[in-house]
C-alpha cells in the first residue's frame, strides 16, 4: 500500500526513497477567477461583430466577392466552434434545450461563459466548505530535480470549472486557425489592393490578429500538457513572453509573406498555396495508410465508425490548419491511440522550419522581382528583408525556449544544442566522427525521429 505524505506549502521536500512506491499529499487544488474564458468569449464577440460589419458595408458597395469571403471564413469557423464546445460538454446526451438553441444561433461561447461565471461564483460563496464529491488526481512533479509523484482530492465543482477552461482552450485554437488565420490573411490581401484601411476593417484586423496569436500561444502549452500528461506543469510569466513572442513574429512574418505573394501572383498564387495545404492535410493519413493499423475506437464510446471518422478529419484539418501558418509543436499520428506522437521529435520541428524558410524565400523573392509598389515610399527590398530577419528571430526564440526556458527540459535526453552539434557532425571527416564519444549516429538514433 501506498504511503501518503504531507507536502508543505512551498515545494521543497527532501528525496524520498523508492520514488515508485511513494507518494505526496498535495494541498488542494484551489479555483481562480476565469480570465481566459472571459477573453475567449470576448475575442469571439468581437471578431464576429466586426466581421458581420464588414459584411454589412461591403454589401453596402456592392463588394459581392469581398462580402462572400468575409462572411464564408466567420460562418465556418464560428460552426466549428460550436461543435466542439457541444463535443467537449457531451450536451447531444443530455437534456439542455437552451444550451443547444444559443449553440444553434452561433452564441454558444456567450452562454458557457455565463455557466462558467456561475459555477465560480457557486465556489467562491462556498469557500472553505468541503464538497461532498471529491476524486482523487495523481500527478508527477520536479522537486530538487527529483519526480515525486503527488496526490490531491479535486471537488466535483472544481473539476467541472476545470473542463470549462479545457473547452475553451481548444475553441480558442479552432477559432484562431480556422478562422482568424484566413479572415487575416484576406482581409491584409483586400487593404493592399484597395489602398485604403477603413476603421471597421482595421478592427476586424487587430481582433484576428489577437485571436491568432493567443491560440498559437495555447497551443504549445497545450501541446506540452498533451505530451507530458503525467506532469504537473507551471508555466511562469517570462516563459509565456517568450512563446508569445515568438508566435507573434512567426504568424505575422508568415501571413505578410503570403499576402504579398498573392498580391503578386493572383490567380497563379492559387494553386501553389493549395498544394501546400494539401500536402500537410493529406500527411497525416498517408503515414496512417502505410502503417496499416486500424482507425482508433477510443475517442468517444458513443460514437460509430463515421463518427469517429468526422472527429479524425476535424483533427487533421485543424492540424493542417496550424502547420499552414506556423508549427503545430504537435506531430498526428493517426495509427497511435492518443492519436499524437509524444516524443520530442527535434527532427520534424527542423524540418517543418527548415521548409518553411525556404518557402518564404522564395515567395518574398517573388514579390521583390515581380511585384508592385506595395506602400508609397517604401522599399520592396528593406520590406522582404525586415520580413524574413522577423522570421529568423521567432526561431531565434524558439530555440532559446526550448534549450533555456521549457518547465520540463531537464526531461529531455537530449536538447536542441545536442542536436544541432549532431546535425553539423556529418560535415566534419569521418576520422573525427568515429573517435568522438558518444557518437553522433548513436545520440541521433536515441533521440531523433
Known amino acids: 500500500m501506498d504511503r501518503v505524505y504531507e ?50 458595408i461591403y454589401r453596402k458597395n456592392s463588394e459581392t466577392y469581398w462580402m462572400a469571403y468575409t462572411l464564408s471564413f466567420f460562418m465556418f469557423s464560428s460552426i466549428m466552434v460550436q461543435l466542439t464546445l457541444i463535443f467537449v460538454h457531451r450536451d447531444l446526451a443530455k437534456d439542455k434545450p437552451l444550451s443547444l438553441f444559443m449553440h444553434l444561433i452561433l452564441l454558444g461561447p456567450v452562454i458557457r461563459c455565463l455557466e462558467a461565471m456561475i459555477k465560480y461564483l ?22 530538487n530535480g527529483e519526480e515525486v509523484l503527488i496526490e490531491w482530492e479535486v471537488g466535483h465543482s472544481i473539476r467541472t470549472l476545470a473542463m470549462h477552461r479545457n473547452a475553451y ?8 486557425f480556422l478562422g482568424s488565420v484566413p479572415q487575416l490573411t484576406y482581409q491584409l490581401y483586400v487593404t493592399l489592393i484597395s489602398a485604403e484601411v477603413p476603421l471597421g476593417r482595421a478592427v476586424l484586423m487587430v481582433f484576428s490578429l489577437i485571436s491568432v496569436t493567443y491560440g498559437a500561444t495555447l497551443c504549445n502549452m497545450l501541446a506540452i500538457q498533451i505530451k507530458y500528461d503525467e506532469y504537473k506543469i507551471r508555466l511562469g510569466p517570462l516563459e509565456v513572453l517568450c512563446i508569445t513572442i515568438w ?31 494539401l500536402i500537410i492535410l493529406f500527411e497525416p493519413w498517408v503515414k496512417f495508410w502505410r502503417s496499416g493499423a486500424q482507425m482508433p475506437n477510443n475517442i468517444e464510446k458513443n460514437f460509430s465508425r463515421v463518427g469517429t471518422l ?11 490548419g496550424i502547420n499552414f501558418s506556423c508549427w503545430s509543436a504537435l506531430q498526428l499520428k493517426l495509427a497511435d491511440r492518443d ?13 517543418h522550419y527548415s521548409i518553411r524558410l525556404v518557402e518564404n524565400v522564395i515567395m518574398v523573392l517573388v514579390f521583390k522581382f515581380f511585384g508592385v ?9 528593406l520590406i522582404a528583408l525586415q520580413l524574413i530577419i522577423a522570421y529568423l528571430i521567432s526561431i531565434g526564440f524558439m530555440l532559446l525556449f526550448f534549450q533555456y526556458l521549457h518547465p520540463l527540459r531537464s526531461l529531455f535526453t537530449h536538447n536542441v544544442v545536442d542536436y544541432l552539434h549532431c546535425v553539423c557532425c556529418h560535415r566534419h571527416p569521418r576520422g573525427r566522427i568515429e573517435n568522438s564519444e558518444p557518437s553522433c549516429d548513436a545520440e541521433a538514433r536515441q533521440s531523433i525521429v
Open 122 to 143: 457557486t465556489l467562491w460563496k462556498k469557500e472553505g466548505q468541503e464538497e461532498p464529491y471529491v476524486s482523487l488526481t495523481r500527478k508527477k512533479m520536479l522537486i
Open 169 to 176: 482552450k481548444r475553441m480558442s485554437q479552432i477559432q484562431a
Open 339 to 351: 492519436l499524437v506522437d509524444k516524443g520530442q521529435n527535434w527532427g520534424h520541428m527542423g524540418l
Open 373 to 381: 509598389k506595395v506602400l508609397l515610399d517604401y522599399c520592396p527590398s
Open 7 to 56: 507536502i508543505p506549502e512551498e515545494p521543497t521536500v527532501d528525496p524520498v526513497s523508492s520514488l515508485e512506491e511513494d507518494v505526496i499529499r498535495g494541498a488542494n487544488p484551489r479555483f481562480t477567477f476565469p480570465f481566459g474564458i472571459l477573453f475567449s468569449t470576448f475575442l469571439y464577440c468581437g471578431e464576429a461583430a466586426s466581421a458581420l460589419y464588414m459584411v454589412r
Open 310 to 320: 468526422v472527429v479524425l478529419i476535424s483533427i487533421t484539418v485543424l492540424y493542417a
Open 247 to 277: 508566435r507573434t513574429l512567426e504568424i505575422t512574418s508568415r501571413l505578410v509573406i503570403l499576402v504579398l505573394f498573392s498580391a503578386t501572383l493572383k490567380l497563379k498564387a492559387v494553386p501553389f498555396l493549395l498544394l501546400n495545404f
